[in-house]
């Protein structure tokens, strides 16, 4: 589990994941065009940036791993449980489809999704080999969209969640995610009296832990082999795009996962 540098991009791989026929990084925000506040590796079209620095940022990423830009599967992420299988790309100029799951089982298929605090969660079932990236922020969470993306693992590929894998990428700590009292009864609606494991008070002030709320999701569905890359992007800022620490003026770092064909 580390970090790694190519052609100016550092970037973040698991460990449990190295060794699979897979391919997948965790783009920091090192080594792009965009200027500041967006700077460097933006991968977010919606906040404000430059268009063509995202563009080019986006076509940086697929050269260095030696992708076709054409390849990729994107969507639009909305904080919903909506998730996609998809055996072809998205066309050039075809609308993004909302949806925090992409799922695919085509090597010709190069999956992306866009971060700033919400988790990345990335999945592999080795036996039908099946990847896909899960965006959980705290709506998605509460809603249980790990357990979604699961479920439609089963039922689009007849995997077994015993034999998924799991990477929970970097995502605000819960020493940096200051909630109110509305997300807390939120949780207390979805999971009962369990959503106290994920709060901590503080002098009155709540605090949610959402990678260890996803990990409880992942594991009520069944997976147990799960990897916390246990990073935090609000504490480490020249790394990661925070969206809370940074006031909401800030890029989205990107993951990029693809099976390898053969």
Not at 154 to 164: E, F, H, K, L, N
Not at 212 to 239: K, M, P, W, Y
């Amino acid at each position: 589990m580390g970090f790694s540098e190519k052609n100016g991009l550092r970037y973040f791989q698991f460990d449990s994941f190295l060794r699979l026929p897979l391919f997948h990084a965790v783009l920091t925000r090192k080594g792009g065009f965009s200027q500041s506040p967006f700077a460097q590796l933006n991968t977010g079209g919606t906040v404000g940036d430059n268009p063509q620095a995202v563009l080019r940022n986006h076509q940086l990423i697929y050269d260095t791993f030696g992708y076709d830009y054409y390849s990729r599967f994107d969507v639009w992420q909305v904080h919903g449980t909506k998730i996609i299988c998809t055996d072809s790309p998205r066309k050039a100029g075809e609308p993004h489809q909302k949806a925090d799951g992409i799922l695919t089982d085509n090597p010709e298929v190069t999956l992306f999704m866009r971060f700033a605090d919400c988790v990345p969660i990335l999945l592999f079932d080795p036996v039908h080999h099946v990847i896909g990236i899960i965006h959980a922020g705290w709506q998605g969470t509460c809603m249980k969209v790990a357990q979604s993306a699961i479920e439609k693992m089963v039922s689009c590929y007849g995997s077994d969640p015993a034999t998924i894998l799991a990477g929970i990428g970097p995502s605000i700590c819960q020493a940096c995610y200051q909630v109110g009292e509305e997300v807390f009864a939120a949780y207390r609606t979805s999971f009962g009296e369990k959503a106290e494991r994920f709060f901590d008070r503080q002098s009155g002030e709540l605090y949610l832990d959402l990678c260890g709320a996803n990990q409880f999701v992942l594991r009520q569905a069944g997976v147990n082999q799960i990897e916390d890359s246990g990073l935090c992007t609000a504490c480490h800022l020249e790394d990661w795009y925070s969206h809370r620490a940074e006031n909401g003026k800030t890029g989205r770092f990107g993951v990029i996962l693809s099976l390898r064909a053969g």
